[in-house]
């Protein structure tokens, strides 16, 4: 090979090394700048996630936050309940109890993490098993449960999934204490056989003694005077029971009803309840003595109230009394109180009467009353009357030597 060969080779070599590093160095750029552009994307598309997640957070974070505030607020009227409420998952497992709930069953929160119902009390293990039926059936069910003197009704309801409605998620029982209701409506029946048993003796007497004077030809004098003397007294006694019993009605009647509030004028109240009563007094030879020493204008209250709780009590001093006996109606008061007193030297009572004379309808023995026709519910009028004024009425007595019914009303409580 000849020089000029030779040199023309070394051209022929570096040109072609040189087109193949130019070659090599455009791919690289080109490379290079596709790299570029592929970072540049992938950075702007993280950009665009970044926002989409900052933009789901939210929504999550508000999702939560309005099912926080629904929990609080299903909670607190929960809370508020007066009914007791468990949820109890298809094993019997608990998952949410109010606190009326826990309170009626007697357990704390450590149910939720107990596996079995032993050692907890009957009426927990009862509910638990009637949740359990109810899932197991899909059926509702009622039961009445009673503990310690109290009823309660047990209602269980199955719990349905809102968006699969055939799914079951567990049973949600409800218990109602029924004891107050009862009590109401045993009081109810016993007024209403009560007020039907005292309508019922002197109606039929004078049923009775009416027809005797249909026969008014064939009867004599004596026996028509009777028949009239009857018709007449059993006709007063249903009259005054009418009385009576609109009398306990009226005081009954809420509170905000009282419209004639002014102040009592003691001294005046007692000295026409002396003045109705002094032909009773007169009869049984009975002084009526006062003394009066409270402040002018201490007492607001509705005096037809007041008249009648010491109209009651005076009465019953003449009525329950011995011949010559007195009653003695003494008023008085400090900074906060007024104190009124009825004091008789008559029969007196035991002890154990001394609470259930305030009870309605209660009489001691049938014939000390009969001679009056007392009904038992003048001191169930006084006991309504000084609980209106939000007063307290105390008593001592004893028997064959009298009685003393003491009443305090608050200055500032009157309604
Ligand atoms: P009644 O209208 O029958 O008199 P009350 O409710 O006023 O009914 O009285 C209930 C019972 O209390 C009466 O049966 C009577 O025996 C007894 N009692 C009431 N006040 C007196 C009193 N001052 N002394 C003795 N017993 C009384």
């Known amino acids: 090979m000849t020089k000029?060969?030779?040199?023309?080779?070394?051209?022929?070599?570096?040109?072609?090394?040189?087109?193949?590093?130019?070659?090599?160095?455009?791919?690289?750029?080109?490379?290079?700048?596709?790299?570029?552009?592929?970072?540049?994307?992938?950075?702007?598309?993280e950009a665009e996630l970044e926002a989409e997640l900052k933009i789901r957070e939210k929504r999550i974070g508000d999702i939560v936050k309005s099912?926080?505030?629904?929990?609080?607020?299903?909670?607190?009227?929960?809370?508020?309940?007066?009914?007791?409420?468990?949820?109890?998952?298809?094993?019997?497992?608990?998952?949410?109890?109010?606190h009326v709930g826990r309170k009626f069953l007697k357990v704390d929160k450590s149910v939720f993490f107990e596996k079995n119902l032993a050692g907890k009390k009957d009426f927990y293990r009862r509910v638990i098993r009637h949740c359990i039926?109810?899932?197991?059936?899909?059926?509702?069910?009622?039961?009445?449960?009673?503990?310690?003197?109290?009823?309660?009704?047990?209602?269980?309801?199955?719990?349905?999934?809102?968006?699969?409605?055939?799914?079951?998620?567990?049973?949600?029982?409800?218990?109602?204490?029924?004891?107050?209701?009862?009590?109401?409506?045993?009081?109810?029946?016993?007024?209403?056989?009560?007020?039907?048993?005292?309508?019922?003796?002197?109606?039929?007497?004078?049923a009775g003694y009416v027809e005797t004077l249909a026969m008014w030809e064939?009867?004599?004098?004596?026996?028509?005077?009777?028949?009239?003397e009857v018709i007449s007294y059993e006709t007063k006694r249903l009259e005054r029971l009418v009385q009576e019993l609109l009398d306990l009605s009226?005081?009954?009647?809420?509170?905000?009803?009282?419209?004639?509030?002014?102040?009592?004028?003691?001294?005046?109240?007692?000295?026409?309840?002396?003045?109705?009563?002094?032909?009773?007094?007169?009869?049984?030879?009975?002084?009526?003595?006062s003394d009066?020493?409270?402040?002018?204008?201490v007492l607001k209250s509705n005096e037809q109230f007041f008249y009648q709780m010491l109209f009651n009590l005076v009465e019953n001093g003449i009525i329950y009394n011995r011949e010559k006996g007195y009653v003695r109606v003494s008023a008085w008061n400090d900074d906060s109180h007024i104190y009124i007193k009825?004091?008789?030297?008559?029969?007196?009572?035991?002890?154990?009467?001394?609470?259930?004379i305030f009870e309605r309808f209660y009489r001691i023995e049938k014939d000390r009353n009969s001679k009056h026709g007392g009904n038992g519910i003048g001191l169930s009028i006084v006991d309504m009357a000084v609980r209106r004024m939000d007063g307290k009425i105390s008593l001592e007595s004893e028997i064959q030597k009298?009685?003393?019914?003491?009443?305090?009303?608050?200055?500032?409580?009157?309604?």
Request: one cysteine or more; proline letters at 3%; a positive charge.
């Open 4 to 45: 000029v060969d030779t040199i023309i080779l070394l051209v022929l070599l570096l040109a072609l090394n040189i087109s193949l590093i130019s070659f090599l160095l455009v791919l690289m750029i080109n490379m290079y700048f596709r790299n570029r552009r592929e970072i540049q994307k992938r950075k702007k598309r």
């Open 67 to 98: 099912d926080n505030e629904r929990f609080n607020y299903l909670n607190s009227v929960f809370t508020a309940m007066a009914n007791g409420i468990v949820l109890v998952k298809s094993t019997g497992k608990p998952v949410f109890l109010n």
């Open 250 to 289: 009226r005081l009954d009647q809420s509170p905000g009803q009282d419209k004639n509030l002014s102040y009592v004028d003691i001294k005046g109240v007692v000295n026409k309840i002396f003045w109705s009563l002094s032909g009773l007094a007169d009869e049984r030879q009975i002084s009526l003595e």
């Open 133 to 206: 039926k109810t899932y197991d059936t899909r059926q509702a069910e009622t039961f009445d449960h009673q503990e310690e003197g109290k009823t309660y009704r047990i209602t269980c309801i199955p719990v349905y999934d809102r968006y699969e409605r055939k799914r079951c998620l567990g049973v949600m029982a409800d218990i109602t204490d029924l004891t107050s209701l009862k009590q109401m409506e045993e009081a109810r029946q016993e007024f209403v056989a009560n007020v039907s048993h005292e309508f019922r003796t002197p109606m039929t007497l004078i």
């Open 218 to 228: 064939d009867l004599d004098r004596e026996n028509k005077k009777k028949c009239l």
């Open 292 to 297: 009066i020493k409270t402040k002018p204008d």
């Open 342 to 356: 009825v004091k008789d030297n008559g029969l007196g009572m035991n002890e154990n009467e001394h609470t259930r």
């Open 402 to 415: 009298g009685s003393e019914f003491t009443i305090s009303i608050p200055l500032q409580a009157i309604k």
